[in-house]
């Protein structure tokens, strides 16, 4: 049973315009989310995080928002540059658990 | 600045076969987790430490057996191989049970 889903595999956008990327969770316990960011042949890295008391966070080109009463978050680049191609997980954690919950990823390709 | 370092980073074993997967991190983190990630199903939790001598089960146990003797290791067993075993292999470790930083991954093929 996914907790947390990412229902596009993948997603191509052209250099410079914004890329994204949706992500849908069904726990009403999550109360921190998080964006990371996978290249082939490496692991996952941290990108971008949002606690459940803000709607938006802002760190450079990368932007996530949360709309609690949806039970969704987004992640947006802008602008989205060819090294951002990689597989972007969503992530949530539930207040008093030890672990993360992850999306099945969305592969993200930018087109120069 | 070495972080979560994975040991081996590729394995092939034969259906049956045990094998030990090492994690190290040098961060002085207190949680530790292994992973597993495979087509469609993104990462998926196996066994995670929230200290040194202790260990607990995630989404995926069945089949694997976890220890964390000293605070900077997490070492992941399989007692006996089976194809459906074969997966990437992620450890991570955080210090705050929510950003957890990764290793590079084990590609482990069972046949």
């Known amino acids: 049973d996914q907790q947390v889903k990412q229902n596009s595999p993948s997603l191509s956008v052209q250099e410079g315009r914004i890329s994204i990327l949706n992500c849908d969770y069904t726990n009403s316990m999550f109360d921190y989310f998080l964006w990371y960011k996978k290249y082939p042949a490496e692991g996952p890295t941290f990108l971008i995080s949002i606690s459940s008391i803000k709607d938006k966070n802002e760190d450079g080109r990368f932007t996530v928002f949360l709309n609690k009463s949806a039970k969704h978050l987004s992640l947006h680049i802008v602008p989205s540059q060819p090294g951002d191609s990689a597989v972007y997980f969503c992530?949530?954690?539930?207040?008093?658990?030890?672990?993360?919950?992850f999306g099945t990823g969305t592969r993200l390709t930018v087109i120069p | 600045n070495a972080g979560v370092t994975q040991t081996p980073k590729f394995r092939v074993l034969k259906t049956g076969q045990s094998m030990t997967l090492l994690c190290a991190q040098d961060?002085?983190?207190?949680?530790m987790y292994w992973y597993r990630q495979d087509p469609g199903m993104g990462l998926r939790l196996i066994h995670y430490?929230?200290?040194?001598?202790?260990?607990a089960k995630g989404e995926v146990p069945d089949g694997y057996n976890v220890s964390r003797l000293k605070k900077q290791n997490f070492l992941l067993g399989l007692e006996s191989a089976a194809p459906s075993q074969t997966s990437v292999y992620f450890c991570?470790?955080?210090?705050?049970?929510?950003?957890?930083?990764f290793g590079q991954g084990t590609r482990l093929t069972v046949v």
């Open positions: 430490s929230v200290g040194e001598g202790t260990t």
């Open positions: 991570a470790s955080s210090q705050d049970r929510v950003k957890a930083f």
């Open positions: 961060m002085n983190h207190e949680y």
């Open positions: 992530a949530a954690s539930a207040s008093g658990a030890n672990n993360l919950f």
